[in-house]
């Protein structure tokens, strides 16, 4: 197959794949992935609204997925503009007496992390939920790229191979520090104290099965609890979601990103 041919095939899996609601399972892993690294859970802690409005950050990481995916032009242009403008003025700088680290959203190496967790997160549940669909394909992985270059980050920051990828994910999980600020807003983040109610009443089974498919350095630091309860309500729930992926229809199974799409054309 030709190069062209092959980014044909990466693209067009990228486009199927991304909008699949099964995917949702991974959400919360992503941003509690993302919490943990120390420059960005300080960031976050300081310039964003997480702990009055956690599931904004849900909201908008699955608009950004959507629209980079299988939104049009003028809705990708509208997201990657709403990011820029919410990452300028995120920095900090290093207080040793506070041992809080210097950060910016502008910096690579952070916005490489952020695409890292997108991709990881959804090849973990991909390969559950949707395990006659998706294979450690290179080419839909490079796709996974865009999630990064939107964010600016230098398209040579991108791991070139699966296997340098996870030997990245490697390296950077080691690093991984959960402070007590960042280990309250994941908890504010399953207590969605401001969410809709039919919202709430979901969380607690989201809570566990972020548990579940966090890497276990993760969930260890921030002091959750890998219980045989949480294991059995992840087991159950992945079966139900995989199920749910191979009768339902694609109108049902896409309607969280349809939803999400019309939400970007209103934005202003």
Do not use: C
Not at 8 to 27: D, K, M, N, W, Y
Not at 30 to 52: K, N, R, T, Y
Not at 195 to 221: K, N, S
């Amino acid at each position: 197959m030709s190069q062209q041919g092959s980014e044909s095939r990466g693209r067009e899996q990228f486009t199927r794949i991304a909008p699949e609601a099964g995917l949702l399972l991974g959400a919360g892993r992503a941003i509690l992935m993302q919490l943990a690294h120390p420059q960005i859970g300080q960031a976050i802690a300081e310039h964003s609204d997480f702990a009055s409005n956690p599931l904004s950050r849900l909201i908008h990481t699955l608009g950004y997925i959507y629209a980079l995916s299988n939104g049009t032009a003028e809705q990708q242009r509208k997201m990657i503009r709403h990011v820029d403008n919410a990452h300028r003025n995120v920095r900090g700088t290093r207080d040793l007496g506070k041992g809080t680290p210097a950060y910016s959203a502008l910096d690579p190496k952070l916005q490489l992390w952020v695409a890292a967790t997108l991709y990881d997160s959804a090849r973990v549940i991909a390969a559950q939920v949707l395990p006659h669909e998706v294979e450690h394909d290179e080419q839909l992985y490079r796709q996974y790229a865009q999630l990064g270059d939107a964010l600016q980050m230098p398209t040579d920051y991108w791991p070139s191979t699966l296997q340098e990828f996870d030997q990245y994910m490697t390296t950077t999980l080691a690093s991984l520090k959960v402070t007590d600020q960042t280990r309250a807003l994941a908890n504010e983040l399953f207590l969605g104290r401001n969410a809709p109610w039919w919202i709430r009443l979901g969380l607690p089974l989201m809570r566990d099965v972020t548990i579940a498919q966090l890497p276990r350095a993760v969930h260890e630091q921030f002091g959750f609890d890998l219980t045989q309860k949480v294991q059995r309500r992840n087991r159950v729930t992945v079966s139900f979601v995989r199920m749910g992926t191979r009768i339902l229809p694609v109108r049902l199974r896409h309607l969280p990103m349809r939803m999400m799409l019309r939400r970007i054309d209103r934005m202003v």
